[in-house]
């Protein structure tokens, strides 16, 4: 279902937004006083793009990718993803909702490492209670390069690899969004152009099945951020700027006059 914008949202040139955030603000209080961590933050995650978001250290990337996931709810504003509103949903239709619809990748990879690739993958869907679908998990494995590779356990893997493995887990469900909070951060320059380079192509391959994958990603890393279709500028709780397909160079300079003197 594509909903209607809302009217402070700038829709984007192309496509239906797979995230929706409208003018979100979170508050955080500490002993010192409030926090304004976002402070009215409205953009559309277009679906079939990958936007990378960036800011200086406290700007409030992690709360807005936090948000958008519902995994921590606005002071004020509200989050639609996949066409749901998440404010108002239950506890359990909204675990059900980031089940089925989103994917979470991060800098550590959380893997288990008594487990083959494979039952790594399988995971989640056995976590639930189902019975994991055999062919969506080889084919998430495929989708990352590592079919070959199912029956190793993670320590008999890369660092990259195991990467692969978490995107592959994350991608398992055919997630109409995939957040990836410095997927890279742990990773040598080779493997994280490869990884940068998977969540490239999952954006740019058409999908067989269920909706073209939308990537959102918080990075520190120009050269990551220049794998994005967009990248989003933080500061202060707010969004200061865009930039589409840009140049790591380009990227870093514009991070430069963000950061404080
Ligand atoms: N649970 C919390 N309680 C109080 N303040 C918080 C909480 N979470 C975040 N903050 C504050 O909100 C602001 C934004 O934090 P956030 O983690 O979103 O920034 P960030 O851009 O991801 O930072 P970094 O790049 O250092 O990870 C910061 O000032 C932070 O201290």
Redesign the pocket.
Known sequence: MTATLPATVQAPPSGPPAVVLDDVT?T???RSGK????RGVSHAFTAGTFTAIM????????????VAAGLDRPSRGSVRVAGTTLSGLSRTSLTKLRRESMGFVFQQYNLLDALTAYDNVALPARLAGRRPDRAAVIGALEQVGLHGLARRRPPELSGGQQQRVAIARALHTRPAVLFADEPTGALDRHAGRDVLELLRNLVDTPATHGPAQTVVM?T?DPLAASYADRVLF?AD?RIVGQMERSDAARIAARMTDLEPA
């Open positions: 979170r955080y209080r500490s926090v304004h961590a976002l800011g200086p250290s406290g700007s409030g990337k992690s709360t807005l990718m936090q918080v520190h933080l709780g």
